[in-house]
């Protein structure tokens, strides 16, 4: 009699085709038995060969329209049986002893309910990028030093100094399983409205009565498409929103280190929308006065929140731009359409 799965595999697709297949092949290349985990694809599109891939390798296909990651997931997660869920992108990879690797993580820590690996980044045609196009997050040199790093249950307290100031565990959720339980309640209410489920997923196990086992091994590929989020000034808007509501989530659970973190990313980001909607209109040839008003509003907000105010051209060059665009409109634009170009507010 086969054995119940052990693991749920949840791949999100959301218009994209190039990529799934390769995702599933390779979890159907773990090197555990296959009845040791289900797999279920979630997809807002029919494609026959596609579809008579998936369903010769037992993948479960879940038709869902839903574009909002977090709660695309969870309407997944409901679909499968599987005690611990694991979450792909439909454009990243496992490596093939991923599982097994996990697998001996959970029997010899059974209090942990979060386990999150490195990554290795892979460019559009699956070759290894050369480590130095690898942003920070992606290094993750913080392993370099600490090794694998498990903090027992009763020590939870150290999950943010290691998940968040020493290592960057918030990140892809490609490299990230956990007990799904964690997602139940408030969790998974939260879960389901997050723009950031990577790091929703953390904090559900930071906050909760679980150990935590921060793999340094590379075991899942990242895809790097060049395409950056933070392109779509809609990006910034739900990231706002989103860092509050984490916030929110820790300060109910008594956690001031990782709410006031939070609290803070949001007002970046907030600075970050504020400043991109000065650009993106200066680019767009908008009016020079409602340039000005957005210039002024930026340099309230820095006045305001003082923690924003670097000396670097990130920081002051929307503010620039804006006041700018009065004096030398055909310039500015120009400098405005580059700067976008290069995916920077």
């Known amino acids: ?11 999100g697709v959301y218009g994209r085709k190039e990529f799934v297949l390769n995702a599933v092949r390779s979890v159907e290349a773990q090197t555990i038995p296959r009845d040791r985990f289900e797999v279920i694809v979630s997809t807002n599109y029919a494609d026959p060969q596609i579809d008579r891939a998936l369903e010769a390798a037992g993948v479960t296909i879940f038709r869902d329209e839903e574009s ?11 679909v499968s049986t599987a005690p611990w869920v694991t979450f792909l992108d439909d454009d990243d990879a496992f490596e093939p002893e991923r599982f097994e690797r996990l697998s001996a993580v959970l029997a010899a820590h059974p209090d942990v309910g979060y386990y999150r690996n490195r990554v290795r980044v892979v460019d559009r045609q699956g070759a290894a990028l050369p480590l130095e196009r690898w942003r920070l997050h992606e290094v993750d040199r913080g392993f370099d030093e600490l090794g694998e790093v498990y903090v027992p249950a009763e020590e939870r307290q150290r999950a943010y100094e290691v998940g968040v100031r020493r290592t ?4 892809n959720s490609s490299s990230m399983t956990l ?41 899942t590929r990242y895809r790097h498409a060049g395409w950056s989020m933070m392109s779509d000034p809609r990006w910034f ?24 973190y939070f609290r803070r990313l949001s007002v ?23 340039v000005a008003r957005r210039a002024g509003e930026y340099l309230r907000y820095l006045a305001e929140h003082p923690d924003e105010r670097q000396m670097t051209i990130d920081t002051w060059a929307a503010g620039l731009y804006g006041l700018g665009y009065a004096l030398l409109p055909s310039a500015v634009r120009r400098l405005a359409g580059a700067r976008l170009t290069a995916g920077r507010p």
């Open 1 to 11: 009699m086969p054995a119940e799965p052990r693991f749920a595999v949840i791949i």
């Open 68 to 78: 909002l990651i977090g709660r695309k997931q969870a309407r997944a997660l409901a």
């Open 168 to 171: 960057f565990a918030t990140f």
């Open 179 to 219: 007990r799904r339980e964690l997602l139940d309640g408030e969790f998974g209410e939260v879960f389901r409205r997050s723009y950031l489920a990577d790091t929703l997923l953390f904090l559900a196990a930071a906050l909760q009565p679980v150990g935590l086992f921060l793999d340094d091994r590379r075991l």
């Open 237 to 260: 808007e739900r990231a706002v929103t989103s860092e509050a509501d984490l916030a929110d989530l820790a300060a109910r659970h008594g956690r001031s280190d990782f709410a006031t």
């Open 268 to 290: 970046h980001y907030r600075r970050m929308q504020l400043g991109n909607g000065i650009v993106g209109e200066i680019a767009a040839g908008g009016a020079r006065r409602s």
